[in-house]
């Protein structure tokens, strides 16, 4: 995180507009970083798993540092508004869930109506920048608990980021990781190829 930035400034231009989702993943981080006692990640000092892969999780890499080119980011796709972040300094793990409708006001709806609707008249452009201002106000202030559930859970470290070697896939000729590569008769063969060949 860039050092004069806050944490919800350094997650709208990570980001690239701001948006209520976003705001939860600022939510979620900055509780994280209070709960766990630690600053944010310089070198693969926190652990997230995410079960989405929305808006929230970009709050997430800019906020905590916890990015898939570091390892630390871990991505399951159940869909879910559901974050582990685990440090590794004190072995500590928090798992925060989203309360199911929690972010429902009359405005978020609303808002949520605008941007389902697309193109929008100069007067809905207009409404939905002050809603966002509004929904800015409600999601920030909002207290922690209304929002999310949290509890403190087991935490297995998952190894820090290693390197592997690369092999050359037989049909292809590219490289690919071998841990992901299938050993065929003819050779190693990369996921692509396996997936263009039915498997073969
Ligand atoms: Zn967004
Ligand atoms: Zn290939």
Redesign the pocket.
């Known amino acids: 995180m860039c050092k004069d930035m806050s944490p919800v400034e350094a997650a709208i231009q990570f980001h690239g507009h701001i948006c209520p989702g976003l705001l939860m993943g600022v939510r979620v981080a900055e509780f994280a970083l209070n709960k766990l006692g630690v600053g944010p990640d310089v070198n693969e000092e926190l652990v997230a798993v995410v079960e989405t892969d929305s808006c929230g999780v970009d709050a997430i890499q800019a906020i905590l540092g916890c990015t898939f080119g570091k390892g630390n980011l871990i991505f399951k796709d159940y869909g879910k508004n559901v974050y582990t972040i685990a440090s590794r300094e004190n072995g500590q793990a928090i798992r925060i869930a989203q309360k199911f409708r929690s972010s429902h006001t009359p405005e978020s709806q609303r808002y949520r109506e605008l941007v389902r609707k697309g193109s929008l008249t100069e007067a809905e452009a207009a409404e939905k920048e002050e809603l966002i201002g509004l929904l800015f106000e409600q999601l920030m202030s909002t207290p922690f608990e209304e929002l999310f559930d949290w509890k403190e859970i087991d935490f297995e470290f998952p190894p820090k980021a290693r390197m592997h070697a690369t092999v050359q896939?037989?049909?292809?000729?590219?490289g690919?990781t071998d841990i992901k590569a299938t050993e065929t008769a003819q050779g190693p063969?990369?996921?692509?190829?396996?997936a263009?060949n039915g498997g073969r």
């Open positions: 896939c037989v049909l292809c000729g590219e690919v063969v990369c996921p692509g190829c396996l263009e």
